[in-house]
Each structure stands twice: as structure tokens, then as C-alpha cells.
């Protein structure tokens, strides 16, 4: 379906004079890559839910960074965290013990209700070293011939950016003129129990799985499709690798996406959140029998675990339960989505959610109506061409809630 043209969002004008933020545009544009498409505005503060760009003007954050900063931009306790480990020592490489690594491993592992935590530095690393470990336990435990194990991933799914990562992507665009790519994935349709049975062999060490596949639309599979997918994978002797980077930690309206339907897998791969935006900090949370596999030098990164990473991360942990985040997050979208739910537009095709994360699917492209949104003091972002995500922060209150749910009515109130 197509709009009319009455009923299509007002865009921010281009024949506006100069401003600083033409300025800024303008030097990224001449020296940076052009490897991204962000809207046009600079910011130059954040705060909590709020970001103030170089024009002084403000507006509600409903990306979070990807789910970054789930605790809130600038959080104090977090800032402060961050100060005082840099005041202190902020790298030592993994040559050398430093006070912050231990404490950090504990308080994820118990968060996470395991028993050991390797710490990486972006996601797509943390992606990596999970498929390190699960071909190692493939050929180690599981006997799998060695360089043939195989891993089950998913059609739509983004992992990350790395030539591994892309080479097993189903989008074109993420794989285009970046080949050769490596062997032993094997893709299957998202939520299809059957598809992954077909495809189980001998050879395959794991599933890797984002519980939501969020760059893909904000798309849930099947109610018990994960139950299934965790009873497949352990009668099999296949790893259940879960991938809850942008999901865990909260956003969902639970610890984990995998939580709401009981599952624990065998690994979890985690990053955003975990350092609340302050500096990059991912993990691999598994089992001591699991992470063992690793001996000295056979994985490594000379920031992985640093003591700066290791202070705000251990932090952000803390803020989270601390402020009982997860719960929030729980309350608090489940009033965007009955919000969203109401909207009645001829552009809406769906809209979908759970805790803070939530879709808006639309019949053509999403961006006008992002910039729209902005417009109105509203930050979101399209993905996927025609989805626009909301996830503000989980720190988001009742009336900051309601400025998200105004604007989306003043947008959407057309029919």
C-alpha cells in the first residue's frame, strides 16, 4: 500500500541556511567514509533519555544506541566508574593480572547464572570467539573431523561485520564484493524447528541464534520455537549459542530474550549494554568446561579485559539491577506498545514488541517518517528499509514516555 501524498510525513527542509550543523556535515562528508547514512543532525550532549545537538536544540533518544545505552546517557554512577579507573591504571594487556578482571568475571558470570566469562572488546569479536569455541568443543569433545564442523545460523540474521560474519549473511548488500568467505555455516529459516532438524548433522558444533532478530525488523520467532530449539540442540550434542547483544541485558523486558521462554543456552555472547555506552566491552559467558577449551595463547586481545572496560562494566551491572532496569523495561513497554497498537495509519503494516523493544513495519519506506519523528524532537532510526525501531532507554519515566507517544500520534494521526 501507498500513501497519498497528504498523508506522508513533513520532512526537515533543505533549503534551510547555513548552520553549525551544515558544518559538521559537511567535514564528516569531505574526510570521514561514507559507510553510514545517519540523519541529519550533530550531537554534541547527551544526558539520561536526552540528546541536545550543536543547534542547542533537544531531543527524546529512541534507538539507544543500538541498545547501548540501556542505563541512560552519562549515567553518574557510570561516569564516576570511569573517571576513577582512569585515574587509576586503564590497560595492562592480558600479560599481566590487574585488579578489575575478577571482579568483573564474577558479577557477569553470576548475572548471567554461569560459570565463566572471556571478555572481548566489540561484538562482532565476542561473535568471533564464540565460533572459535564452539568448532574447538566440535573437534575436541565432540569428535567432529577436524575442519569440518559446521554451524547452523539463521536467514536475516546480523552478527556483525567481520568477512566471517558476513560471509554467512543472507543480504546481499552485507556480503556484496567482500568474498572470499569462510566454510561451514548453514543457513535455515528463522524460526523453522523443522529447517534446523534437516539440517543437524554429525558435523554441526552449534546454533548460533539472535532470540530477536532486531537489524532484520525487530522480528520474533514462533512462540516456542526457542523451548523447541534448546530440546533439538541437547538431545543432538549440538552447543545452543545465543547471540543477545542488542537483546540481553534487559531490553526485552527481561535479563535475556531467551528468558521468556526459560531457555538457557550454552553460551551467551554479550556487548552494548554491558559497558552502558561508556566503552566498548563484550563477552562470551559459558560454562567452565567450555571456556577451558581456551589455553594461553591459543585466543586472545591485548584490551580484552582491560581494567577500564572491566570498572564501567561491572558497573553498568550494578545500575541495572540496582535501578531494577529489567523490570522497567518490562512496564514501560508494554505502554509504548499498547501505544503503538492504537496508531491508525494506511503506512502501518504491523507493529510488534517486547519491554523496550519495538517495531513499527511499514508498507514503504521508513525514513521519512523518521525524520518526521525528528522533526518533532523524537531520535529513531529505519532498519531494514521499511521498519522503524523504537528503544529508548530503560531508564525512560512516564512523561518522557509520553513526549515518544505524542509525537508518534502527531505523525501517525493522519489517516
Known amino acids: 500500500m501507498t500513501t497519498t501524498t497528504n498523508t506522508m510525513p513533513h520532512t526537515m527542509s533543505h533549503t534551510r541556511s547555513h548552520t553549525r550543523t551544515d558544518a559538521f556535515i559537511a567535514q564528516e562528508e569531505a574526510f570521514g567514509a561514507h559507510n553510514y547514512r545517519p540523519l541529519d543532525l550533530v550531537v554534541a550532549e547527551a544526558q539520561g533519555v536526552w540528546v541536545t545537538d550543536v543547534e542547542g536544540k533537544r531531543y527524546l533518544d529512541c534507538l539507544s544506541a543500538y541498545s547501548a545505552v ?46 565463566a566469562v572471556l571478555p572481548m572488546n566489540t561484538g562482532a569479536e565476542a561473535v568471533e570467539t564464540a565460533i572459535k569455541l564452539a568448532r574447538r568443543w566440535a573437534y575436541r569433545v565432540k569428535g567432529v573431523a577436524d575442519g569440518e564442523a559446521e554451524i547452523i545460523a539463521f536467514t536475516n540474521n546480523f552478527h556483525g561485520r567481520t568477512t566471517t ?34 539440517a543437524m548433522t554429525s558435523r554441526t558444533a552449534a546454533v548460533l541464534i539472535e532470540p530477536v532478530q532486531c537489524e532484520a525488523g525487530v522480528l520474533f520467532p514462533p512462540d516456542g520455537f526457542l523451548r523447541e530449539l534448546a530440546a533439538l540442540c541437547a538431545r ?18 527481561a535479563k535475556f530474550a531467551c528468558d521468556h521462554e526459560g531457555v538457557t543456552p550454552d553460551v ?48 553498568a551491572l550494578a545500575v541495572l539491577e540496582d535501578e531494577q532496569l529489567v523490570e522497567r523495561s518490562r512496564a514501560q513497554g508494554a505502554e509504548l506498545l499498547r501505544a503503538l497498537q492504537a496508531l491508525r495509519h494506511p503506512a502501518i503494516k504491523a507493529v510488534r514488541g517486547r519491554g523496550l523493544l519495538c517495531a513499527i513495519e511499514l508498507h514503504e519506506p521508513a525514513r521519512p517518517w523518521c525524520e518526521a519523528l525528528m522533526a518533532r524532537g523524537v531520535l529513531c532510526k529505519e532498519t531494514h528499509g521499511t521498519v522503524i525501531r523504537l528503544a529508548p532507554p530503560l531508564v525512560i519515566g512516564d512523561a518522557e514516555l509520553a513526549v515518544c507517544v505524542e509525537a508518534l500520534e502527531a505523525v501517525f494521526g493522519g489517516a
Open 70 to 115: 540501556n542505563q541512560g546517557h552519562a549515567h553518574p554512577r557510570l561516569v564516576a566508574a570511569l573517571t576513577a579507573q582512569a585515574q587509576r591504571v586503564t590497560l595492562t594487556s592480558r600479560a599481566f593480572r590487574n585488579d578489575q578482571l575478577g571482579p568483573f568475571s564474577e558479577a557477569l558470570a553470576r548475572f548471567c547464572g554461569m560459570e
Open 165 to 198: 560474519l558476513v560471509g554467512f549473511s543472507s543480504e546481499p548488500s552485507y556480503r556484496a564484493h567482500f568474498g572470499p568467505f569462510a566454510p561451514g555455516f548453514r543457513l535455515v529459516p528463522f524460526g523453522d524447528i523443522a529447517a534446523v532438524r534437516a
Open 236 to 253: 543432538e550434542a549440538v552447543l545452543l549459542i545465543a547471540d543477545e547483544i542488542q537483546t540481553g541485558l534487559g531490553r526485552t523486558g
Open 268 to 315: 551467551y555472547v554479550l556487548g552494548k549494554a554491558l559497558s552502558g555506552g561508556m566503552y566498548p566491552v563484550s563477552a562470551v559467558v559459558s560454562s567452565r568446561a567450555l571456556l577451558d577449551l581456551f589455553e594461553p595463547g591459543s585466543h586472545g586481545s591485548t584490551y580484552g579485559g582491560n581494567p577500564l572496560g572491566c570498572a564501567v562494566a561491572r558497573e
